[in-house]
């Protein structure tokens, strides 16, 4: 089974500055997906950012970007220039590659960042 | 983009009764739905994996009985809270994927509250 840890259940940015939110993930599997998605106040699941493993680079989204380091598996999301509207609890999720359709995520236990004007 | 429909978005009722919730895919079709549950402040918990037309695979310690999934269609799933009580009130939110490796597209969630 997957497990996925955020070992940052809050952290906080002034408006402007740069933050970044730490995922590690213990898998066997050798070919996966991770994403990072943001669930604001209203609790709509927004997808952020997303990583095929098999890739080397590491995938960027406007100001948000990760690390992504296979061997360590760790998969931290920066997020440059930080807005209020950022404000949110952000989940990293971990999907296995089956090759079909249904394949569920495997969510950590969530960071609430709060940007702070 | 794809869009995953959920209904209510917010229910309130007594204890004893059920209550039926919608999943729907809006713009593509879905053999495979899942159902989460999310406490205050807490992540999301895989209750139970909907397949069109067989029956649903529930996580461990998700009683199937008193949450009964049917996914009839493509398009539609639906999570029934039977005789519920009031240590069911939580925050229940469906998803779908429309392809391998395809991120998870969620509904809007729905706050059930019994009273």
């Known amino acids: 089974a997957q497990t996925v840890t955020q070992s940052q259940p809050e952290m906080s940015v002034q408006e402007a500055e740069t933050v970044t939110l730490s995922c590690t993930y213990d898998t066997s599997e050798s070919n996966y997906y991770l994403f990072w998605y943001k669930q604001p106040p209203s609790r709509q699941m927004i997808l952020v950012i997303r990583?095929?493993?098999?890739?080397?680079q590491n995938a960027t989204e406007n100001r948000f970007s990760v690390n992504f380091q296979k061997a360590a598996k760790s998969f931290s999301l920066k997020i440059s220039d930080s807005q209020l509207g950022d404000t949110a609890m952000y989940f990293c999720a971990f999907m296995k590659s089956r090759g079909n359709a249904g394949n569920m995520l495997t969510f950590g236990g969530g960071t609430r960042l709060m940007v702070k004007p | 983009g794809a869009v995953v429909s959920q209904h209510p978005s917010r229910v309130i009722c007594k204890s004893g009764t059920s209550v039926k919730i919608e999943c729907r895919s809006l713009?593509?079709?879905?053999?495979?739905m899942f159902w989460y549950r999310q406490f205050p402040k807490q992540s999301l918990m895989l209750m139970a994996t909907s397949n069109e037309g067989s029956k649903a695979t529930y996580e461990q310690g998700v009683e199937k009985d008193k949450f009964l999934i049917n996914h009839a269609s493509l398009t539609l799933s639906t999570l029934t809270v039977t005789s519920a009580h009031p240590e069911d009130s939580s925050f229940y939110i469906c998803?779908?994927?429309?392809?391998?490796?395809?991120?998870?597209?969620f509904g809007n969630g729905t706050r059930l509250t019994v009273t």
């Open positions: 998803s779908a994927n429309g392809g391998p490796g395809s991120p998870l597209h």
């Open positions: 990583q095929e493993a098999y890739k080397q």
């Open positions: 713009d593509f079709q879905a053999t495979t």
